[in-house]
């Protein structure tokens, strides 16, 4: 980012933070600082005789508290006329009455398990806890310069609510644990013995959702997890294509192959038969089509299961043909070639594209959001801030660019080409989500509110700069906005939920469009997390909030794009001045409020879902899931045969079986659980039931599964 920019860039932020609390600290600050410089000079001690500080009193309370600091320079004017003999030191006796309250205060705020510690300017986060009456420890470099000070002095200059007092305090709480703790993701995780409440949950970067790499692994598992209206993702495919990940690189260049088919279908589709056939000049042969055609055709029946096709090894000259297909129809897509053929049978083609498109989306709603371009979006897996992100559409480019940057294990992750765009603009959706973990409990909060990010050029895919096509605030702030773009678009680049139902309503959107949109959001985050649980570390009052990025598809479903861990909560603009601080308000409502009464209010935060963990503890001790369910009556359904020879050695062969296999259970009793109703299964691992032996109890009679049934059928009938 260029200096010029930022510095534009702090000017506007500045617009928007409060001075207020920085006011009354700097006051405070120098009454301190001229009590110290009245002792040098040896000038009178006795400033403010009533003990109000000197500066304190220029500022009225109610200016501080309205924040009106507007005539703050006629005030400031009084300072060189008041008489330093107003002005007092506190005396000593004070100075002891003081520490032995701070010493009170300290030892109270450890009994309650009420020391905080807050890494970074989270002012909100500070002053929701200090108004819960907890006492803050500084981190080493908060006020630094007073932290080098002695007790003593800090206690001469300690006054209500100023940094001296703070810094005192903090000192003085210095040797005991912090109970709320507000880090950096990568920070080490300190005073875990006493369970804090900190902002950082940790899982394995497998499924860390906060990475794009997590983010694959979730969506891997999610489908284990999918409930119609409860829990599902939805998101642009993607793959990794890091050094390690040859089943992921070849899933791709399938992925890309079948995408240039259905993007040659969409072509034809979009385009007037007069516009693609020339008969005579064409330079495509009408085999590409045809080609295209007979992929896309595979494709619905391997999504109907009428066709196993995918596992089968290609054939030479299948890759032959594939490879001209995907050199004619570039020239179509990207030069837009001429078929060699008449209108006529353009037209039929034009019909069969439709259709076929028609059929696949159907099956597979992704692939609504894909145009005709193949595009792809590269994106580095551990970075964020859209550092090192690029698009492209060629397959060489891609695995060229991959491979050329090992290093920083690339996603690929299929462009969203046809997103729900505002006044021809691109635009994303950043959600918050909370995570808190109870002794029993994960619960997953959803914010009632969000806001919009736009681009700032317009939206068109025959540029692929990020100016235009990435919408997060970290890289359009960069950029100014295009003169061309529409007027009734935000000059800062943000619009509150309020405003985009607003458009939605003006646009005739159906009225409870929001309210869909909201609830498919849920269902993204719910899925995400339920798929990552497994390999997440459920420690007690952890808690992280995260900041969730959704783009929306031209039927208003929302698209997942990306979940980050240590969202961006500064007032950039003044829709994020409002909705940040309340955010964090909010948050710490639900981390520490609800705990302590369950009723108690939780803002504009909701609970989405709660799992209740403590299942899954006791099954990782001693203590075996049990699978209830209802009894498959196998032997009652085997088909009555007319007895013949070979039943009749079958029957035998049961009948031998059942008594040995009693007879061995009769031993084991102990280890197979059984109730005339149901059927219980020992399982190794939770998910995993497994079978602890080759048969079992159905009411009373004893079975046998299918594999021994066939196994002594074939032993006692082979041939000697
Ligand atoms: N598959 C996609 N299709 C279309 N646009 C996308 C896609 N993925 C990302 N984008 C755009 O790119 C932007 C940045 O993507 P993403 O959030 O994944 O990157 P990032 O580096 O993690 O950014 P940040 O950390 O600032 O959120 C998104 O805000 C969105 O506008």
Request: aromatic share 8%; glycine share 4%; proline share 4%.
């Amino acid at each position: 980012m260029s200096q010029a920019s930022s510095s534009a860039y702090n000017t506007q932020r500045n617009r928007y933070y409060n001075p207020v609390t920085r006011i009354q600290s700097l006051i405070q600050n120098l009454d301190a600082e001229l009590i110290t410089l009245c002792r040098q000079c040896s000038l009178p001690k006795n400033i403010g005789s009533n003990g109000n500080s000197p500066f304190s009193s220029l500022l009225s309370q109610q200016q501080l508290q309205t924040g009106n600091i507007n005539n703050i320079s006629t005030t400031q004017s009084r300072i060189s006329s008041q008489p330093l003999s107003t002005l007092t030191l506190a005396p000593d006796a004070h100075r002891r009455q003081l520490r032995s309250t701070y010493r009170t205060r300290v030892i109270d705020a450890y009994r309650n398990r009420k020391i905080f510690t807050v890494f970074g300017n989270y002012h909100t986060v500070r002053r929701a806890l200090v108004r819960r009456g907890w006492l803050e420890k500084l981190p080493a470099g908060r006020h630094a310069k007073l932290q080098t000070m002695s007790e003593e002095a800090l206690l001469e200059h300690a006054r209500r609510g100023n940094d001296y007092e703070a810094v005192v305090l903090s000192k003085m709480i210095n040797n005991f644990p912090s109970f709320f703790i507000w880090q950096s993701k990568a920070q080490r995780d300190l005073f875990s013995e006493v369970k804090p409440y900190r902002n950082r949950v940790r899982r394995s970067h497998f499924l860390d959702f906060s990475t794009k790499v997590g983010l694959v692994g979730c969506a891997e598992q999610e489908r284990w997890f999918r409930e119609d209206g409860v829990c599902g993702m939805s998101y642009p495919r993607f793959y990794r294509l890091g050094p390690n990940s040859m089943e992921d690189r070849a899933a791709f260049i399938e992925d890309y192959h079948q995408t240039q088919a259905r993007s040659l279908l969409r072509y034809v589709k979009e385009h007037r038969p007069a516009e693609m056939a020339d008969p005579e000049h064409g330079e495509v042969l009408s085999f590409t089509l045809e080609f295209a055609l007979n992929k896309v055709k595979t494709m619905i029946r391997q999504k109907e299961h009428y066709s196993l096709d995918d596992a089968r090894t290609k054939m030479p000259t299948e890759m032959i043909e594939n490879q001209s297909f995907m050199g004619q129809s570039s020239k179509v897509l990207h030069s837009h070639a001429k078929f060699k053929v008449s209108e006529k049978v353009m037209t039929e083609y034009a019909r069969l594209s439709a259709q076929y498109l028609d059929q696949i989306e159907a099956l597979r709603l992704d692939y609504r959001w894909d145009g005709s371009r193949n595009l792809w979006i590269l994106k580095p897996g551990y970075q964020s801030r859209g550092i090192g992100i690029v698009m492209r559409s060629s397959l060489d480019d891609i695995l060229q660019w991959t491979s050329n940057n090992q290093n920083r294990k690339y996603i690929v992750q299929k462009y969203i080409e046809r997103p729900y765009l505002i006044y021809r603009t691109k635009f994303d959706i950043r959600q918050y989500m909370l995570l808190t973990i109870s002794d029993s409990q994960v619960t997953i909060w959803t914010y009632r509110d969000c806001y919009l990010r736009f681009s700032s050029q317009e939206f068109t895919l025959d540029d692929l700069r990020e100016s235009i096509h990435l919408t997060n605030n970290s890289v359009q702030k960069r950029y100014k906005n295009k003169l061309n773009r529409d007027s009734r678009l935000p000059k800062h680049n943000m619009w509150s939920l309020e405003q985009f139902k607003g458009h939605l309503r003006q646009v005739g959107a159906p009225d409870n469009t929001w309210t869909k949109i909201y609830n498919g959001i849920k269902q993204n985050l719910v899925a995400v997390v339920l798929a990552s649980l497994d390999e997440t570390e459920l420690v007690p009052n952890a808690f992280e909030l995260y900041g969730c990025d959704f783009m929306l598809d031209e039927r208003y479903n929302p698209i997942l794009i990306e979940i980050n861990s240590t969202p961006d909560l500064s007032a950039s603009t003044e829709v994020t001045a409002r909705i940040c601080p309340l955010v964090l308000k909010d948050c710490i409502r639900v981390v520490l409020d609800v705990p302590r009464n369950p009723l108690a209010t939780t803002g504009l935060f909701e609970r989405a879902f709660q799992v209740n963990h403590n299942v899954n503890k006791e099954l990782n001790g001693t203590r075996p899931l049990e699978l209830n369910g209802t009894q498959m009556k196998l032997c009652e359904t085997l088909p009555k045969a007319r007895p013949n020879p070979r039943s009749r050695l079958l029957r035998k062969i049961f009948n031998n079986v059942r008594a040995t296999t009693s007879r061995k259970l009769g031993k084991d009793k102990s280890k197979t659980v059984t109730t005339p109703q149901t059927t219980k299964l020992i399982v190794g691992k939770v998910g995993s039931p497994k079978l602890s032996r080759a048969s079992w109890n159905l009411d009373g009679k004893v079975g046998l599964n299918s594999k021994t049934r066939e196994n002594l059928a074939l032993q006692y009938t082979a041939p000697k």
